[in-house]
């Protein structure tokens, strides 16, 4: 079954603990994304990749760090979280397009709640 | 100001109306567009996309972009009960063409 996969799904941690949020895909795709939702703030991203060793910021970066060793893993990695950090995370990944960039059929991990105390 | 905006409802319909949901974006450069729905406590999906203007059809939605106004809408035709969730517009920007830009989302309502 094609699938993205998200490790923790559930985690509450205390400031400045560093975690590892972990994604991986099934499918072969090239694209790679994060993203934190927030009620009222929408889906918001926050590092993506457009293949191995290939990684950029998006939207809110900060306070977090990625790496893309492997074509089907895309870790999150908080180095030292803060309460403002709190949020549902979304892993999601797509093929490239022709034309360079991601195709619109993101797929999507089921999410991980992180509260950070 | 957001660089997507959508109304954040909620948006109530009776079943077997048209819903219309609006989406608005400010960087005239955004070249791609997308509707994704978000059931509650799930995963957004992709319903539609949408790259050039006019209107797009695909059984009961139809997607409607207008580049000039920079405007893009949703119609769900014949709406069910089980249409109600968030609706999610995104955009590709133009700058490098790899990073979306989600709204906030329009949670839509479709009472029996």
């Known amino acids: 079954e094609a699938q993205v996969t998200q490790n923790p799904r559930y985690l509450i941690t205390v400031t400045g603990k560093k975690l590892t949020v972990t994604c991986s895909q099934n499918m072969n795709h090239e694209y790679m994304s994060w993203y934190r ?5 929408g889906l918001r991203q926050i590092y993506y990749s457009m293949n191995v060793e290939v990684t950029d910021k998006g939207d809110v970066p900060e306070g977090y760090k990625v ?3 492997e074509k089907r893993n895309f870790p999150l990695i908080l180095e030292s979280p803060s309460p403002n950090q709190t949020s549902l995370y979304f892993c999601a990944s797509s093929l ?17 709640r992180l509260t950070v105390l | 100001q957001k ?14 109306a048209i819903a219309s949901l609006n989406c608005t974006y400010s960087d005239r450069g955004s070249q791609s567009f997308f ?12 319903i539609m996309f949408i790259y050039s203007n006019g209107d797009k059809e695909d059984g009961r939605f139809t997607a409607q972009l207008n580049k000039a106004s920079q405007y893009v809408s949703l119609l769900i035709r014949d ?9 999610l517009c995104a955009v590709i920007r133009d700058n490098y063409g790899q990073n979306f830009v989600f709204g906030p989302g329009t949670r ?3 009472l029996p």
């Not at chain 1, 939702?37 to 703030?41: F, S």
């Not at chain 2, 509707?35 to 957004?44: A, E, M």
């Not at chain 2, 709406?79 to 609706?87: G, I, L, M, N």
């Open chain 2, 35 to 46: 509707w994704y729905r978000q059931y509650s406590g799930k995963s957004p999906e992709l």
């Open chain 2, 108 to 110: 839509l309502s479709v």
């Open chain 2, 3 to 16: 660089e997507v905006e959508q109304n954040s409802g909620p948006l109530s319909v009776p079943e077997g």
């Open chain 2, 79 to 87: 709406s069910q009960p089980s249409d109600s969730a968030t609706y």
């Open chain 1, 96 to 112: 490239i397009t022709n034309s360079g960039g991601p195709a619109g059929t993101q797929y999507f991990g089921p999410g991980t």
């Open chain 1, 67 to 69: 790496s893309r060793k």
């Open chain 1, 37 to 41: 939702q927030d009620p009222g703030l």
